[in-house]
C-alpha cells in the first residue's frame, strides 16, 4: 500500500466520521435539551437543605 493511497482513505475515513458526528449531534428530539436549558429558570421549593429559596 503506498503512501498516497492510504492518506486517501485516511482522509475519506475523517470525512465519514465527520459526517456521521454531524448528523447525530443534529437529529433527534430536541425536548431534552429544551427541558434541561429551562433548568436555571425553575424555582427550587424550600427544602431544610436549600433555606434560601424564595418561600411562597
Do not use: H, Y
Request: glycine residues 6%; proline residues 14%; charged residues 20%.
Amino acid at each position: 500500500m503506498d503512501l498516497p493511497l492510504l492518506r486517501g482513505l485516511m482522509s475519506l475515513a475523517m470525512l465519514v466520521t465527520f459526517l456521521g458526528l454531524f448528523l447525530w449531534v443534529f437529529r433527534g428530539s430536541k425536548t431534552r435539551f429544551e427541558d434541561a436549558a429551562a433548568l436555571p429558570f425553575a424555582e427550587d421549593p424550600p427544602t431544610p437543605t436549600n433555606p434560601e429559596a424564595p418561600k411562597p
